[in-house]
């Protein structure tokens, strides 16, 4: 089959490597129907993320039709359309009894050596390097689904690729991180980062009852679509962002602030800085984009910082002080797909949301290489990009 292959930082190519096989019984293989690229998988093209190997395949955003079932996988049927959740999950364990779908205990190999190295051990991810577990991702024609009796999710046929693909991550991490910044009716929600995730958190906070959500980018395009999903607008580039939510919260600050962008994603330097104690020390003294921090200094006393974004070893400079100060609460985690995925589908079925709206780019798989570099220099308008295989 033709898939999206990591060859080293910034080279991504379409290969042709051998097809995906049932390996276990808890296993399905489908047949990729839509797959899109994350801001995630930029954490990889950069080369930030260590135990990447030459020729693993990229995607953990992915639907398909089932084309071949394990013997104990008896709640899905061959030709079934289903929506396949990033994290691999066993459903068994004592964190996915609690519904810690992410903290899953099972499915990633190399847990504990992950979480003694980088505190790092959620469970086994698609496409996103060995230590978190060497699955093979689903920017390709086929992908092999392991615990596929557990995760995925079957899509009724009036809901089109488009509005279901999301439920695979983006759409449960922003309403995840919605669901943390613990939102009271009426409450003023700051978001910093217009991207993909920022766009569900924003359209999520109003769902949950946020009465104004202000979001925060420097990319005219990415403002646009947060206001038209119902958001107020800082260019962080043009104005200060705190003397400008203190100026709209009567000096008290967002009832909750959302940091959507993480380290890595944020750019101008911080992705260098990452591995680079003195690089990082540097570009952190400048302040310019530690979101973070910026998120825990704004912030109205005794509210709550909710963190989607991705942080890779960057966690100094974080006022931890400050937040004790403020009787601050701060949620995060990798997002628990598998606790949303059923009734973010029943919001799309009552068409209470449409998720294609954040789609600006549909592409060949043959075109991902382009659009990577695309998605990653934020060029040419591009917000979402989706693949369609075999198209
Ligand atoms: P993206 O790169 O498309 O979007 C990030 C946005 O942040 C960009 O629009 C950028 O202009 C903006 N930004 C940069 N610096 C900023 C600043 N100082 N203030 C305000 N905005 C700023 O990425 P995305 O796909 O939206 O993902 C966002 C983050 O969420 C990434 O870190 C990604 O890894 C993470 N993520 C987490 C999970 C999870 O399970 N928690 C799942 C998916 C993605
Ligand atoms: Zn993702």
């Given amino acids: 089959m033709r898939a999206l292959c990591w060859h080293g930082k910034g080279d991504v190519r379409v290969d042709t490597v051998p097809d995906p096989k049932i390996q276990h019984p808890r296993d399905a293989v489908i047949k990729i129907t839509a797959c899109a690229i994350c801001g995630s998988d930029l954490h990889l093209l950069d080369g930030y993320q260590p135990t990447m190997e030459s ?31 990033f994290t691999i999950s066993c459903g068994q364990c ?68 488009e509005q279901a693909l999301f439920l695979s ?40 009852g946020a009465g104004r959500v202000i979001a925060i980018d420097e990319i005219p395009e990415r403002l646009v679509m947060a206001e038209a999903g119902g958001a107020e ?25 959302i940091d959507a962008v993480g380290c890595e994603a944020s ?20 302040d310019r984009v530690h979101v973070l921090r910026q998120a825990i200094m704004c912030c109205r006393k005794g509210g709550t910082v909710s ?24 949620k995060t985690g990798q997002t628990h797909v598998q606790a949303y995925t059923r009734s973010l589908l029943k919001m799309i079925e009552e068409s209470k949301i449409d998720p294609s709206f954040v789609v600006t780019h549909p592409a060949s798989l043959e075109d991902a ?23």
């Fill in 267 to 286: 750019g101008h330097g911080a992705a260098d800085a990452v591995m680079d104690r003195v690089k990082a020390a540097a570009f952190l003294a400048t």
């Fill in 55 to 85: 020729g693993d395949i990229l995607g953990h955003e992915n639907m398909g039709e089932v084309i071949e079932l394990g013997s104990e996988v008896t709640n899905l049927k061959i030709g079934d359309r289903i929506v396949v959740p």
């Fill in 369 to 391: 290489p382009a659009m990577y570099r695309k998605f990653r220099d934020k060029e040419d308008g591009v917000i979402k990009v989706v693949l369609r295989p075999g198209r």
């Fill in 169 to 208: 991550d983006i759409f449960p991490t922003g309403y995840m991180a919605a669901v943390n910044a613990q939102i009271e009716t009426g409450d003023t929600v700051a978001i910093w980062g217009c991207g993909p995730v920022g766009q569900f958190a924003i359209r999520s906070a109003l769902l949950l």
């Fill in 233 to 257: 607008t800082i260019d962080f580039s043009k104005t200060d962002v705190y003397d400008e939510l203190m100026k709209r919260t009567d000096k008290r600050g967002p009832d909750s602030c």
């Fill in 94 to 161: 004592w964190f996915c009894q609690k519904g810690l779908f992410s903290c899953c205990d099972r499915t990633n190999p190399n847990a504990e050596i992950a979480a003694k190295a980088m505190g790092h051990s959620p469970a086994g991810l698609f496409g996103f390097s060995h230590m978190l577990g060497g699955y093979a991702g689903g920017q390709a024609e086929y992908l092999r689904v392991p615990m596929a009796d557990v995760g995925p999710i079957k899509i009724p046929d009036n809901v089109s690729d």
């Fill in 307 to 330: 963190i989607p974004g991705v942080y890779v070893g960057m966690g100094d400079k974080i006022p931890i002080g400050a937040a004790m100060n403020k009787s601050l609460t701060i």
